[in-house]
C-alpha cells in the first residue's frame, strides 16, 4: 500500500509539474468584450499593421479563412482582432501600450468577442436564448458566427487560453445599447461573476476595465451612458472606469475614429499597468 501511495504522489506531481511548465506566468491574457465600439468600427490604416510585435498575439475566436487564422489558436497580434471583417479597437493598443512598458519576458495575448448593436444581455448566460429573439436579422448574422452564443465561446477560448498563460483582466466596452439603463452596472455583475466562476478566477486578481461610450466633448449620442458607467465600481468592486474625454470620434457621434480607438486603448493599457505594478513610461 505504502508503495502504491508512493507511485501514485509522484505521478501526481509530475502531472503537476507539466502543467506548470505548459502554462506560461509571464504570458497574460485579456478577455475583451462588448458590442461595436469593442468589435471595432474604425477603418484599419497601414500604420497599424506594421511592426507589431510579435509578443502580442489574438487567439481568433472564429474560423478566418481569408485571414489564414482557425479558431482557438494565437496569432500575432495584427487587425482585425474581432471577426474576420471588423476594424480597429481598442484592444489594438491596448496590447501595444502595455508591451512597450512590461519586462522583455512579458507577453500579451488578447480574445476579442464582441456583437455590434448589442445589449449587455446577449452576455447573460441565463439571458440570451429570449434576448436574441428580439434582435434584427444582421445581428443574429454576427451572433451566429459565434455559435449563436458569444458567452460562452468567450469562455470556450479562455479557457483554451488558460493552458497557456494567466487571465489578468477582462475589457469591456458596452453600454450604447442599454443607454439609460439604470440596471447596466447589475447586469454587467451577472456575466463578471459568471466569468469568474466559470473560469475559476479570484475578482480580487482580475479587474474589470470598462470603458467610456463616446464622450460629450465629441457630441457623443450616447454620452449620458457615461453617468451610470462611472457608477461600475460600486457594484464590482475592482471595476475600473476608463474615460473617453477628448478621444476622437466618427461622423456618427456613436463610434471612435482610428485614432480615438488607439487613444482609448493606450488608456485601457495604463491603467491595467498601475493594476500590475508597473508605471507608464511617459510619451511612449
Known sequence: MKIKKIIGFVVGFSLLSLNGFA????????LCFGQSNMEGNAKIEPQDTVHVDSRFQVMEAVDCPTLNRTKGNWYTAVPPLCRCRTGLTPADYFGRELLANLPEKARVGVINVAVGGCK???FDKDQYESYVTTVPGWMKNFINEYDGNPYGRLVEMAKLAQKDGVIKGILLHQG???TNDTLWTKKVKVVYDNLMHDLKLKPRKVPLLAGETVNADQGGICASMN???ATLPQTIKNAHVISSAGCTDSADNLHFNAAGYRELGKRYATQMLTLLGYKPN???
Do not use: A, P, W
Open 23 to 30: 502554462q506560461d506566468k509571464n504570458f497574460y491574457i485579456f
Open 120 to 122: 449587455i444581455e446577449l
Open 176 to 178: 450604447e445599447s442599454n
Open 227 to 229: 453617468k451610470i458607467i
Open 282 to 284: 511617459s510619451g511612449k
